[in-house]
């Protein structure tokens, strides 16, 4: 299995912040490498598919990278709606995986 | 709009079955889509089970394979998620999600999830 590791595991942070999160495959996923947010109580939400494509209705200012097997999201100015996790995966081998998780906290 | 709704006990008893369903509404299982599920604990995260196409055929996470079966009802519009000799590691919140049209990994429409507890 291709494991998935993220860091930081959480992060504090204010609105208005710009904030940046990385994600690692363990071995080469191509560009199968997708993004989610998850709230207390809720299903992930799918943010970023593809490295860098937004879903639709996704706001501007997340954006995500990626440099050979390290992949990056970043959120340019921090939201309210915005602190939550954030879930890495990826979508090339089967069993898809997951990362660990990013919690964004105030 | 796709929407997604797991049901099934809350509470299983070791070494029992664990037995969900997941209704589709706003769409068909007999569209061009795969149909997974995923669990999500606190030990182990989030962790896909496994999938299953309207035709009936299944992928499964090999760490799950022995113990999973996943199967489609198409004319009640659903798919099912059963789970042998569960232990207390099978307690999670369990999802149930669709594969999107050109990634069957890529999950771009989720039910809101059902925690189940193994215990007695």
């Known amino acids: 299995d291709i494991q998935m590791t993220q860091s930081p595991s959480s992060l504090s942070a204010s609105v208005g912040d710009r904030v940046t999160f990385t994600c690692r495959a363990s071995?080469?996923?191509?560009?199968?490498l997708n993004w989610y947010q998850q709230k207390p109580g809720k299903a992930p939400k799918l943010l970023i598919s593809?490295?860098?494509t937004l879903q639709p209705g996704v706001p501007s200012r997340f954006s995500a990278s990626e440099s050979g097997t390290d992949f990056t999201l970043t959120i340019s100015s921090l939201q309210p709606d915005d602190f939550a996790t954030y879930y890495c995966?990826?979508?090339?081998?089967?069993?898809?995986?997951f990362g660990g998780g990013t919690k964004v906290e105030i | 709009q796709v929407q997604l709704q797991e049901s099934g006990p809350g509470l299983v008893e070791p070494s029992g079955t664990l037995s969900l369903t997941c209704a589709v509404s706003?769409?068909?299982?007999?569209?061009?889509?795969?149909w997974s599920w995923v669990r999500q604990s606190p030990g182990k995260g989030l962790e896909w089970i496994g999938e299953i196409y309207q035709t009936g055929d299944t992928n499964y996470n090999p760490s799950l394979k022995s113990r999973v079966i996943i199967s489609v009802d198409t004319s009640r519009n659903q798919f099912s998620l059963q789970v042998n000799s569960v232990t207390a590691a099978d307690t999670a919140v369990y999802f149930c999600a669709r594969g999107s049209d050109y990634d069957s990994f890529l999950f771009d429409y989720w039910g809101q999830g059902t925690l189940v507890t193994v215990s007695s």
């Open positions: 995966q990826q979508s090339y081998s089967k069993p898809p995986t």
């Open positions: 593809g490295t860098s």
């Open positions: 706003g769409g068909s299982v007999t569209s061009s889509n795969w």
């Open positions: 071995q080469s996923v191509s560009t199968y």
